[in-house]
């Protein structure tokens, strides 16, 4: 698994229609062999998927403690240094917040109607996209892995792109017509997604922990998992599973949303509304999305998707910070999703 990563990796790199700068404010953990932390110590952290010193810090010191060949002395002498080199800042002004929230990117969904509504899929937030099946999920999944890669003044995050699949439905022939839609060179476009395919819930999470060292060292702006949830409700089956299930997704919904603010990336993850058909298991009503309030809590902006009038799709906003209960409509097209023509 960790070569199907290094694999997509050796990739031919990608032309330049997005600017590969240093990433900005982020401090790698490699840094800490200046405080006097070995390399060795500093490499077992990376392989466990800490690659940056914020990432030692947002971490609870229970799950350092976790890293293979780290004692907790080590671990306290790790985040000392951590500290020290992140300045040991805690409070931050509030006009340092402001200038925070201004690097967030909203990246245009290829549709002005739902960008009129939300302004785009956020940077620096999970956003889960959930509705019943050939709504446009993967779609619009499809769609923003090509806007991310335009030019920020042309509403995109210029930016590559890794992708999750847990249910083998990325089709990379649909990225091209997508691409050519805005211009870009196709070839480039699918040099710049990532892609894996996960196959089990623990895969999934292994191959989220590997995407770190990705976004530590090149400008990712965007992170599909499509779809959060399907392998979950394989791997763990019935009422006695309900509560481990609950927990492992919870832990997965806070790594995403660490990742998300860590690396300034847009977290866009699909979950589906399907009824259980024994009617009893996980949902009682057949229009909640898989996980329940564990996604609720932990995503900040929640779309529904359902099929409209004739062709049409609506995406409702079930939850934003500061967008109420509204719909828009869309179309699938080959191009990818657009504002429905009427
Ligand atoms: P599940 O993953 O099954 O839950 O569905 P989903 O919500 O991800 O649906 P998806 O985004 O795959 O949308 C499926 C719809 O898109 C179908 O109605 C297809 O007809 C349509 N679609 C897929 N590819 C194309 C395309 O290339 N051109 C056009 N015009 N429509 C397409
Ligand atoms: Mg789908």
Not at 37 to 50: C, E, F, H, L
Not at 110 to 137: H, M, N, P, S
Not at 280 to 305: E, L, N, Y
């Amino acid at each position: 698994m960790a070569t199907e990563i290094e694999q997509m990796r050796t990739l031919p790199e990608a032309g330049d229609h997005y600017a590969v700068e240093e990433i900005d404010g982020i401090e790698l953990i490699d840094k800490l062999a200046t405080l006097g932390i070995s390399a060795a110590d500093v490499k077992k952290a990376k392989d466990a998927g800490y690659h940056t010193v914020r990432s030692l810090l947002m971490s609870p010191k229970k799950h350092l403690w976790n890293i293979k060949g780290l004692s907790e002395a080590k671990v306290d002498k790790m985040l000392d240094a951590a500290r020290k080199l992140s300045g040991e800042v805690v409070f931050i002004t509030g006009g340092q917040l402001l200038e925070l929230k201004r690097s967030v990117l909203k990246i245009t969904t290829g549709c002005q109607a739902i960008d009129a509504l939300v302004g785009g899929i956020e940077t620096q937030c999970v956003t889960e996209v959930y509705g019943e099946f050939k709504t446009g999920k993967t779609q619009l999944c499809s769609t923003v892995c090509v806007t991310t890669q335009l030019p920020t003044e042309s509403g995109g995050g210029a930016g590559k792109v890794c992708y999750i699949d847990t249910e083998g439905s990325f089709r990379p022939e649909r990225i091209a017509p997508i691409a050519e839609r805005y211009a870009l060179s196709p070839d480039e476009v699918l040099n710049n997604i990532v892609y894996a395919r996960a196959h089990t819930s623990d895969n999934q999470m292994d191959l989220i922990n590997m995407t770190a060292g990705l976004f530590a060292e090149e400008p990712f702006r965007l992170l599909v998992i499509d779809s959060i949830s399907a392998l979950f409700r394989v791997d763990y089956v019935g009422r006695g599973e309900l509560a481990e299930r609950q927990q492992k997704l919870g832990a997965m919904m806070s790594k995403l949303k660490k990742l998300a603010e860590e690396y300034n990336i847009a977290v866009l993850l699909t979950n589906q509304v399907m009824a259980d058909p024994s009617g009893q298991m996980f949902v009682a009503d057949p229009k909640k999305h898989v996980g329940g309030h564990i996604m609720s809590h932990a995503s900040t902006c929640r779309f529904m998707t359902r099929k409209g009038k004739g062709d049409t799709r609506v995406l409702k906003v079930i939850q934003h910070p500061s967008v109420g209960e509204s719909e828009a409509v869309f179309q699938i097209t080959n191009g990818g999703i657009i504002d429905a023509e009427d």
